[in-house]
Structures are given as C-alpha cells and as structure tokens.
C-alpha cells in the first residue's frame, strides 16, 4: 500500500498535469476560481449605479449589476458564489449549492496556524471548482486523489464543509510503466529468403565448377 506522503505527492503531480492542460491560458489570464459556498447570510442588490454585497457564511463578496444572482432574495438559502463567463467578459454569479458535492477531488495539506486540510473538488454539474474544508469523518478514510461524492455541512457560522464520502471512490489511475525501447529489429521473411537462395546459389555454382574441371580433363586425355 502506498504511503500517505506519496498519495498526496501524486495529488500534487496530478492537479499540476491538470492545471498545465485543463486551465492553459495565456499569461495574462487569472488562476482557475475557487467558489465559496454556505448560507447566505446577508444580501444587498447592486444597481447600476451602486454596488451590492453578499456574505457566505463569514466571508463578504461584492456585487455589480451585471452579475448574476436570484430574482428573489437569498436570504438564509444554501448558495455558491461562483465565476462564469459571459459574451461581455467574466461575472460573479449567484447559484444554488450542490448537494451532494460529486467531482474530482483531492486533499490540500494544512497550513499551519492559518487553516485546516480542506478538500479541492472539481465538478461538472454544475461546472464550479470548491475548496471544502475537511470533517474528521472525512479526514479518516478519504487520502490522494478520486472522484468521489461528499455529503455537505454547514458549521454555526453558516459556513460549507466536506461531512463525509457518499457510496464508492474512483481511483486515480496509476501511471503505466514505460516500455523499454526496442534495442534491435527482428529478423524478417524476406532475409530467410535470401539466405536460402544464396545457399542453393553456392551450391549450384561448384557443382557447375566441377563439371567444368572434369571435361576439360578428358579433353586433355585424348
């Protein structure tokens, strides 16, 4: 079995890979956006000339009026603050939270004094990315890297975490091991062929060689 360092270690190589390939852009581009998730627990509709605001949980995010958010209010709702792309450029928009949680997902190590493990979930339906901080329940059995479904909490301050692993996990695959290269080339028919024709070829020749010695030979004797 591998060894808890060397899970994570794959974690770390395997959302590298998908960081290079999945979220290439150009360098002026931001970093994939991590979407908050909670109770709303405070709103303020931005007007095109004011700002608005929404908290989630303990964090505040600001509104403008063109981002998107519920026709009526969120007040008190289970919600996702998420980053969406539109034909005018990227908006904030307001959507109700998943649950369960299903995606790809992997444990990102603690930071001392600062925070928590917490749980970096990638999911398609809806397409957001979310950074869960981690229960116990969930610490204990979920290690490296899978897709997986994740039962979600609220703490008392309104805020999302991962309560626990629903149903079955699906590996990350292991890498293959890389073939050796091919140091030569078989032997083909058409090299058989030619050894065998050259062999008859041999041998009808000092056939023909002796005859030739033997008839002049007797043209001699006479």
């Given at each position: 079995?591998?060894?808890?360092?060397?899970l994570?270690?794959?974690?770390?190589?395997?959302?590298?890979?998908?960081?290079?390939?999945?979220w290439?852009?150009?360098?002026?581009?931001?970093?994939?956006?991590?979407?908050?998730?909670?109770?709303?627990?405070?709103?303020?509709?931005?007007?095109?000339?004011?700002?608005?605001?929404?908290?989630?949980g303990?964090?505040?995010f600001?509104?403008?009026?063109g981002?998107?958010?519920?026709s009526?209010t969120?007040?008190?709702?289970?919600?996702?603050?998420?980053?969406?792309?539109?034909?005018?450029?990227?908006?904030?928009?307001?959507?109700?939270?998943?649950?369960?949680?299903?995606?790809?997902?992997?444990?990102?190590?603690?930071?001392?004094?600062?925070?928590?493990?917490?749980?970096?979930?990638?999911?398609?339906?809806?397409?957001?990315?979310?950074?869960?901080?981690?229960?116990?329940?969930?610490?204990?059995?979920?290690?490296?890297?899978?897709?997986?479904?994740?039962?979600?909490?609220?703490?008392a301050?309104?805020?999302?975490?991962?309560?626990?692993?629903?149903?079955?996990?699906v590996?990350?695959?292991?890498?293959?091991?890389?073939a050796?290269?091919?140091?030569?080339?078989?032997s083909?028919?058409?090299?058989?062929?030619?050894?065998?024709?050259?062999?008859?070829?041999?041998?009808?020749s000092?056939?023909i060689?002796?005859?030739?010695?033997?008839?002049?030979?007797?043209?001699?004797?006479?």
């Amino acid at each position: 079995m591998r060894s808890e360092p060397s899970l994570r270690s794959s974690f770390t190589m395997a959302a590298a890979l998908a960081v290079f390939l999945g979220w290439a852009a150009p360098a002026s581009a931001e970093p994939p956006y991590i979407a908050t998730c909670g109770t709303v627990r405070a709103f303020s509709e931005p007007t095109p000339t004011v700002p608005g605001s929404v908290t989630i949980g303990t964090h505040t995010f600001a509104l403008h009026s063109g981002d998107r958010f519920p026709s009526t209010t969120p007040l008190g709702a289970a919600m996702c603050i998420n980053r969406t792309v539109t034909t005018s450029g990227p908006v904030v928009a307001l959507i109700a939270m998943p649950a369960p949680i299903c995606g790809f997902a992997g444990i990102v190590e603690a930071i001392p004094g600062q925070r928590g493990e917490l749980i970096d979930i990638v999911t398609t339906t809806p397409d957001v990315r979310i950074a869960l901080p981690v229960s116990a329940a969930v610490g204990s059995v979920f290690r490296g890297a899978a897709t997986a479904c994740f039962e979600v909490g609220l703490d008392a301050n309104g805020n999302a975490f991962a309560a626990r692993v629903m149903g079955a996990t699906v590996l990350a695959p292991t890498p293959r091991p890389t073939a050796a290269p091919v140091s030569g080339l078989p032997s083909t028919a058409t090299t058989g062929m030619f050894g065998e024709f050259a062999t008859i070829f041999v041998g009808a020749s000092a056939a023909i060689l002796v005859l030739i010695s033997r008839r002049r030979g007797r043209d001699s004797g006479r």
